[in-house]
């Protein structure tokens, strides 16, 4: 007898082929660039910290898979993105103990917490990287990372040069060389080049949307622009801004991680623009250098909300249908 019933699901109802192992792959080639970069820059600890990142993040995942006795997934490399990425925001001497201790944050308190895989409110990479800007600041001090490292730039972190040396120090540091990655930073997010190319590349393969990437750099550049223009003595310009710290990597990777930002057109530019927007009050009024991870964190935070602005339903509203 023919089943007449029919079956409810949530969407999306029609699937495009696609699958989370393909999409992740394409995510690690994307970030690769600016991965290489780093291990070049800084050297085989670099590579040490990216490989044990992301290693024990799927670790970390597959012990949860049968802790809470749901199928083991890390064959989807997601955790192995959300692991990469936490070893390209930190510096190359981070600590073996304070690495595993950040991915089990990453995979255990931000995916895991909120139901797994897709579940997630809130990006997994920058709940780790939170926890241990508070908990062990001085871990994430680039400055005191780098010491006994020589280069042939300045050796000092932009943005927390701009802080405690005020527009003095932005001789410092040429566009040209911010954009080469020739600054102190975390392993993967200093080569701004690198970075811009791999988020281009997500882009036209469709794994991010352009209305949230676009919409989080034009709050930076517009809010940075009112500030430097009222106060050129004592804010940076714009393009210094994109080009140091996280705000790359938060635009084209951060930012537009899938189940923490929005679905609709006109949310994705609301919430695109007041991440941009947050970055920019942090950096110029509160206390710490970079407000990327705090700033994309409180966009997710609100993101729900934001996303019940949707297009009126078909024929809703029509008087003569």
């Known amino acids: 007898m023919t089943n007449t019933k029919l079956i409810v699901s949530h969407a999306p109802f029609w699937h495009n082929g696609d699958s989370l192992i393909k999409q992740n792959l394409n995510y690690i080639i994307a970030l690769l660039p600016a991965a290489l970069f780093g291990v070049f820059q800084?050297?085989?600890?670099?590579?040490?910290?990216?490989?044990?990142?992301t290693s024990s993040a799927m670790l970390w995942e597959m012990i949860m898979s049968i802790i809470s006795k749901q199928k083991i997934a890390i064959g989807d490399m997601d955790?192995?993105?959300?692991?990469?990425?936490?070893?390209?925001?930190?510096?190359?001497?981070?600590?073996?103990?304070?690495?595993?201790?950040?991915?089990?944050?990453?995979?255990v308190m931000g995916k895991y917490a909120f139901g797994g895989t897709g579940g997630n409110s809130f990006h997994p990479t920058l709940v780790g990287i939170a926890i241990l800007t508070m908990s062990w600041p001085a871990?994430?001090?680039?400055?005191?990372?780098?010491?006994?490292?020589?280069?042939?730039?300045?050796?000092?972190?932009?943005?927390?040069?701009l802080k405690s040396q005020g527009t003095p120090a932005l001789a410092l540091f040429?566009?040209?060389?911010?954009?080469?990655?020739?600054?102190?930073?975390?392993?993967?997010?200093?080569?701004?080049?690198?970075?811009?190319?791999?988020?281009?590349?997500?882009?036209?393969?469709?794994?991010?949307?352009?209305?949230?990437?676009?919409?989080?750099?034009?709050?930076?550049?517009i809010t940075s622009s009112i500030f430097y223009v009222l106060h050129p003595d004592t804010y940076a310009p714009p393009l210094?801004?994109?080009?140091?710290?996280?705000?790359?990597?938060?635009?084209?990777?951060?930012?537009?991680?899938?189940?923490?930002?929005?679905?609709?057109?006109?949310?994705?530019?609301?919430?695109?623009?007041?991440g941009g927007l947050m970055i920019i009050l942090v950096r110029n009024i509160g206390i710490y250098p970079d407000g990327t991870v705090l700033s994309?964190?409180?966009?997710?935070?609100?993101?729900?909300?934001?996303?019940?602005?949707?297009?009126?339903?078909?024929?809703?509203?029509?008087?003569?249908?």
């Open 296 to 321: 994309i964190l409180l966009i997710n935070l609100i993101n729900p909300l934001i996303d019940t602005i949707k297009p009126k339903a078909l024929g809703k509203g029509v008087s003569n249908a």
């Open 174 to 221: 040429p566009n040209c060389d911010l954009l080469m990655g020739n600054e102190m930073g975390g392993i993967g997010s200093t080569f701004g080049l690198g970075i811009i190319i791999g988020g281009i590349y997500l882009m036209l393969k469709g794994y991010t949307r352009w209305e949230v990437v676009v919409s989080f750099i034009a709050g930076i550049v």
């Open 240 to 274: 210094f801004h994109l080009l140091t710290g996280y705000t790359l990597l938060g635009a084209f990777f951060l930012a537009v991680e899938n189940s923490s930002s929005p679905v609709n057109r006109i949310p994705m530019l609301i919430y695109g623009f007041t």
């Open 79 to 107: 955790s192995a993105v959300i692991g990469l990425l936490f070893g390209m925001m930190v510096p190359a001497t981070m600590p073996w103990w304070v690495v595993i201790t950040g991915t089990f944050i990453t995979v």
């Open 139 to 161: 871990f994430m001090d680039f400055d005191t990372a780098y010491v006994s490292y020589q280069f042939d730039f300045t050796a000092l972190a932009p943005l927390a040069a």
């Open 42 to 53: 800084f050297g085989a600890p670099a590579l040490g910290v990216l490989a044990l990142a």
